[in-house]
C-alpha cells in the first residue's frame, strides 16, 4: 500500500484569481454580456451554485481566463473559504475576483479537491492563513502552496462516493422536516377552526 502523496495546489492544474469586476451603472438582464455569482447563489450546506440567481453584467475583453468552464473548481478566497465544483455552468459566467478558479490535471478529481477544501479540518488549517479583521481573505499566495494531498483516482471515487451518499441525506432529511412542518401548520390551524364541544 502506497502512502498518499501531497502536491501544491499552483501544480495540481491551472490556478488563476478572478477578474477585478468594477461596477457600473445597473445592467438588465437584454443588456448583460455575461453573469456573475452573487454570495447569496452560494450553499455552502449542499457545496453547489443556484444559476437562477446569477447577476447580468457587461464584460468587453475577449479573456476566458475570467470565463467559468465545466471541470473547474471555485474558491471562495473571501469570508468563509468554499470550494464548488462545477459542472455545466451557464454560458458566459465571469467569475470575480472574490474567488479563485482551478482547472485541474488529469491526476485530480475537481469533487475530491472541493470536498477536502470543504472538510472542517480543512478550514481549521486554512483558518491560520487567513488575513483581514473584518472580512478575512485567503491570500493568493498562500493558496498557490497548499499542500493537497492526492490520492489515486480511485480512492478519489470511493471518498466521493461516501460524501454524495452523506450530502443526499442531508438532502432528505432537509426536505422531509420541511413537510413535517407543513403538516403540523395544516393540522394545528384545523384544531383552531374547530367547533369545540
Known amino acids: 500500500m502506497t502512502a498518499t502523496r501531497y502536491s501544491s495546489l499552483a501544480s495540481l492544474g491551472d490556478l488563476r484569481i478572478g477578474y477585478s469586476v468594477r461596477r457600473k451603472k445597473e445592467v438588465l438582464p437584454q ?115 497548499l499542500k493537497i494531498p492526492v490520492p489515486s483516482m480511485e480512492r478519489q471515487s470511493m471518498i466521493l462516493a461516501l460524501h454524495h451518499l452523506r450530502q443526499r441525506e442531508k438532502e432528505l432529511t432537509q426536505k422531509l422536516e420541511k413537510k413535517r412542518d407543513q403538516l403540523s401548520q395544516v393540522l394545528t390551524l384545523k384544531l383552531l377552526e374547530m367547533k369545540e364541544n
Open 31 to 145: 443588456n448583460a454580456t455575461h453573469w456573475l455569482i452573487p454570495i447569496r447563489a452560494v450553499s455552502r450546506e449542499f457545496e453547489r451554485i443556484d444559476w437562477s440567481e446569477l447577476e447580468p453584467t457587461e464584460f468587453e475583453q475577449d479573456d476566458s481566463r475570467y470565463i467559468l468552464k465545466d471541470g473547474d473548481v471555485l474558491i471562495l478566497i473571501r469570508g468563509v473559504v468554499i470550494a464548488i465544483a462545477v459542472e455545466k455552468p451557464p454560458v458566459k459566467v465571469l467569475v470575480q475576483n472574490n474567488w479563485a478558479i482551478f482547472s485541474p490535471k488529469p491526476v485530480l478529481n475537481g469533487k475530491y479537491l472541493a470536498w477536502w477544501f470543504n472538510h472542517p479540518k480543512t478550514h481549521k488549517d486554512i483558518s491560520r492563513l487567513t488575513l483581514g479583521s473584518s472580512q478575512s481573505f485567503l491570500p493568493f499566495s498562500e493558496l498557490k502552496q
